[in-house]
């Protein structure tokens, strides 16, 4: 553009300009309303988190019934003594 005005070829170049802009701002439009739309669908979908007792949507972990029944073993194991944890991968190759 700044070409164009430098050489006086502003004649030549200004249709193509003007058809750019209109086309992106028909993009962005079209972006925007898109936009719009999607923010309206989430805020129908979200569920509204905040209006009900804490205990009946059960936030705490106190609340949380444990997923199993039968305790870990004390010793032993399936990692053998690392009181039910697996061990972490540290990069060493002399676990292989």
Same mark, same amino acid.
């Given at each position: ?7 006086? $070829? ?9 058809? =750019? ?9 079209? $972006? ?28 705490? $972990? $106190? ?15 399936? =990692? ?11 990069? =060493?190759?002399?676990?292989?």
């Amino acid at each position: 553009m700044e070409l164009s005005w430098r050489h006086g $070829l502003t004649d030549f170049t200004m249709p193509f300009m003007i058809n =750019y802009m209109s086309q992106q701002a028909a993009a962005i439009d079209t $972006l925007r309303r898109d936009n719009e739309e999607r923010k309206a669908r989430e805020a129908s979908i979200q569920k509204p988190e905040d209006d009900g007792p804490i205990l009946g949507q059960s936030r705490l $972990l $106190l609340t949380q019934a444990p997923q199993h029944t039968a305790a870990p073993p004390a010793t032993g194991g399936m =990692y053998g003594g690392m009181n039910g944890m697996m061990p972490q991968a540290t990069g =060493y190759g002399g676990f292989r």
